[in-house]
């Protein structure tokens, strides 16, 4: 069974610039959510893809947008970066909707200069 | 308005003594609640979750915890730590709705002495 991973592991951008962030579900699992965990604070919820769409948002910008493919895996994109987006991001699968049980990726951090 | 509260930052306990991480939730309907363990630099490890049925639940590592719904209350519990526990650990509730959101808290780090 393969786990959830992620890429690149680490990324500096500048600001205003665009990201893109790429993450493979654990084998058997069909949907792919994204968090922002901020230094020294708790994982907060961006949205969740499930069937290639977006099936749920947390408080963030329509500069943060996502994509799921055929294959379940996902892509996080962030337009017009800022400095406040410096965090670990974090991608988790699962099966089906609703909050079941998420098995998280390692995390890419994005420090944004 | 829904969250989750971890009243303790930072714990410090010496190796072989017991463990509880309190956490407190606000939620309007049924919670779905998880205990998740960090460790430096590396993403979230689910050590345990509650749906319904028994309130009281077995994870991974030794870990358990108890639902009190009286309480709104998920404690993380272990009757013996070990040095290898030390981590930052998240409580976490989600509900049995559509959009896969989980709320966490804040995380309380834990420091194991020898």
């Known amino acids: 069974e393969t786990g959830v991973t992620q890429s690149p592991t680490h990324l500096i951008k500048t600001r205003g610039q665009q990201v893109t962030l790429r993450c493979s579900s654990q084998s058997g699992h069909n949907t792919v959510s994204w968090y922002q965990q901020a230094l020294g604070q708790g994982p907060q919820f961006i949205f969740q893809?499930?069937?290639?769409?977006e099936n749920g948002r947390g408080n963030f910008p329509p500069r943060f947008s996502g994509l799921q493919f055929p294959n379940y895996s996902s892509e996080l994109n962030v337009n017009a970066l800022e400095l406040d987006d410096s965090a670990l991001y974090l991608c988790a699968s699962s099966w089906g909707t609703g909050a079941g049980e998420q098995y998280f990726g390692p995390g890419t951090r994005l420090t944004v200069t | 308005a829904q969250s989750v509260t971890q009243p303790d930052i930072h714990i410090t306990v010496s190796e072989g003594a017991s463990l509880e991480l309190r956490c407190n939730y606000s939620y309007g309907a049924t919670p779905y609640l998880f205990w998740y363990v960090q460790s430096p630099g590396q993403g979230l490890q689910l050590l345990l979750k509650?749906?319904?049925?028994?309130?009281l639940v077995q994870g991974i590592k030794g870990f358990e915890a108890e639902f009190k719904r009286s309480q709104s209350s998920f404690n993380l519990r272990k009757p013996s730590v070990h040095w290898s526990d030390a981590a930052e650990y998240f409580c976490a509730v989600g509900g049995s709705g559509n959009t896969g959101k989980l709320i966490f808290g804040q995380g309380t780090t834990l420091q194991v002495k020898p």
């Open positions: 893809y499930y069937r290639e769409e």
């Open positions: 509650y749906f319904s049925g028994d309130t």
